[in-house]
């Protein structure tokens, strides 16, 4: 009956809009609406950005990928509001235009984002060849009056490089250099002033156009936690410092989480023994935290049992549905996925600021 039902509305929304199709210009949709308050409106008709190919294989692991697009979107609402902007995917950073930005600088690539190829860098823990450090650009346009009003610019830096070298004996390996965190903030810095001297000679942005740019530090691909943002700035003119952004990603159980939020870590474990006590096969519970300011915003949860039928996946989640109002932290995000067999089977959802817990069935 449950999946008659949602055939029933699916066919009625498309109905729906197959009757809007055909209507007078003023029903047209001109925008896409926020699914929660405070969401920004997508600007339509849709246009993606040719430059985002680059995203997966510049980017680090999916983990980032996702996070620094929500961050920056985030981030921007503090310079543009939602209330006043829309927003769409960059249009005015393309595909070649990013791909010159990411290259090394030369003589023929002034523009080059990177160092020079073949030419020792101080890493600040030794010298090393050839290191990407910028590896992407994310860019976000917001529209008044369908005219782009505003930018904001993630710039994606990493601080670990590899180079090829030789051992005493000759033999080949892969040498692993970690930049230092104080070499890689001055050097996101002069990277951001330089990508705000480029934007400002494009002829969609010009010299009055607010930008507000992000640093992002990467994890690599195999990193289990996203990168964070460090550092950002708000330019209305050419010339702007650069303020601390205090994030950090945290595994939960974990020393570190020990240290920043003994509290919810303590109910953490509890409501993870109270599963394991539950069912008879293993249970994995993991979590990942993030903290502004050392104040723990959001929590992810990953649930993985190991149901053999039905019922039983609706007790586990059950359970976790009443067990999880023991996180007394109301000020963060709550996101749990549960997953029987590697599939997901529930998400259950609390928004911050309040103690209500939203389950959806996906079964």
């Not at 595994?251 to 939020?261: H, I, K, N, T």
Request: glycine share 6%.
């Amino acid at each position: 009956m449950k999946y008659k039902q949602i055939m029933i509305a699916g066919l009625g929304a498309l109905l729906v809009l197959s009757g809007c199709k055909g209507s007078s210009d003023d029903t047209k949709i001109t925008d896409a609406k926020g699914i929660e308050a405070g969401d920004y409106d997508i600007q339509l008709p849709f246009e993606s950005s040719d430059s985002r190919v680059n995203h997966r294989k510049t980017s680090g692991s999916m983990n980032d990928v996702y996070e620094i697009g929500a961050g920056l979107m985030s981030r921007s609402k503090d310079h543009f509001s939602p209330d006043s902007y829309l927003v769409q995917e960059g249009q005015v950073l393309t595909y070649s235009k990013t791909k010159n930005l990411l290259a090394s600088q030369s003589e023929d690539n002034s523009n080059g984002l990177n160092p020079k190829k073949d030419e020792a860098f101080d890493t600040g823990n030794g010298m090393g060849k050839n290191p990407a450090i910028v590896t992407d650009i994310y860019e976000l346009d917001f529209i008044k009056n369908k005219e782009i009003k505003g930018l904001s610019v993630a710039l994606v830096l990493q601080d670990t490089f590899s180079e090829d070298a030789k051992t005493e004996a000759g033999v080949p390996y892969q040498k692993k250099t970690k930049m230092d965190s104080k070499k890689l903030r001055l050097y996101g810095e002069e990277a951001g002033r330089k990508l705000i001297s480029y934007l400002r000679k494009q002829p969609q942005v010009g010299d009055d156009m607010p930008i507000y740019i992000a640093l992002f530090l990467a994890n690599s691909s195999d990193e289990t936690l996203p990168g964070s943002y460090f550092a950002d700035a708000y330019f209305t003119s050419r010339s702007k410092e650069f303020s601390d952004i205090d994030e950090e990603w945290v595994m939960f159980p974990s020393s570190r989480a020990e240290e920043l939020d003994s509290a919810t870590l303590a109910q953490f474990k509890n409501i993870s023994k109270s599963i394991e006590d539950f069912l008879p096969e293993d249970v994995g519970f993991i979590g990942q935290g993030r903290f502004n300011d050392k104040k723990l915003d959001e929590l992810r949860i990953t649930v993985s049992i190991q149901a053999k039928d039905h019922v039983e996946c609706v007790a586990v989640i059950q359970r976790l549905n009443a067990l999880l109002n023991d996180l007394s932290n109301q000020d963060m995000v709550l996101k749990v996925d549960v997953q029987s067999n590697r599939e997901t089977i529930a998400v259950l959802n609390r928004k911050e600021g309040t103690s209500k817990i939203t389950v959806t069935m996906l079964i």
